[in-house]
């Protein structure tokens, strides 16, 4: 198992930034790979960006690419997004998860595909 906490959300104005943090405990962190989603009130749970287990292979929605970066230390067994250009719509609940990945390349955006969800840290961005 691996147990996940997000910090480093909460209330800025349109085009701040953020960086997000997710500190994994358990299961030698490098042996998963990594996502993010975000959940807005009303809406499904959204992928945001993910990453594998050495950090060389990246994905990122649409919606994000360009103003986020994903990344992760496995010696500190922590997982990064930095959000810069923040927009009211990137309001939300952000959640990182884990999955179990046999190859170091995988990366996946499937939410039903991940294994260990942490609590959401809270993003709110103000126009």
């Known amino acids: 198992q691996v147990q996940l906490v997000e910090s480093g959300g909460g209330l800025v104005q349109a085009g701040d930034s953020l960086r997000l943090s997710c500190a994994a405990s358990?299961?030698?962190?490098?042996?998963?790979?990594m996502g993010w989603f975000r959940q807005a009130p009303g809406k499904e749970r959204e992928f945001v960006s993910g990453?594998?287990?050495?950090?060389?292979?990246?994905e990122y929605a649409d919606s994000v690419k360009g103003r986020f970066t994903i990344s992760r230390d496995n010696g500190k067994n922590i997982l990064l997004l930095q959000a810069n250009s923040l927009k009211p719509d990137d309001t939300a609940v952000y959640f990182c998860?884990?999955?179990?990945?046999?190859?170091?390349?995988?990366?996946?955006?499937?939410?039903?595909?991940?294994?260990?969800w942490g609590q959401g840290t809270q993003v709110t961005v103000s126009s």
């Open positions: 990453i594998s287990r050495n950090g060389d292979w990246t």
């Open positions: 358990g299961r030698a962190f490098g042996s998963f790979a």
């Open positions: 998860a884990a999955r179990d990945a046999a190859s170091t390349w995988y990366v996946t955006t499937k939410a039903w595909e991940y294994d260990y």
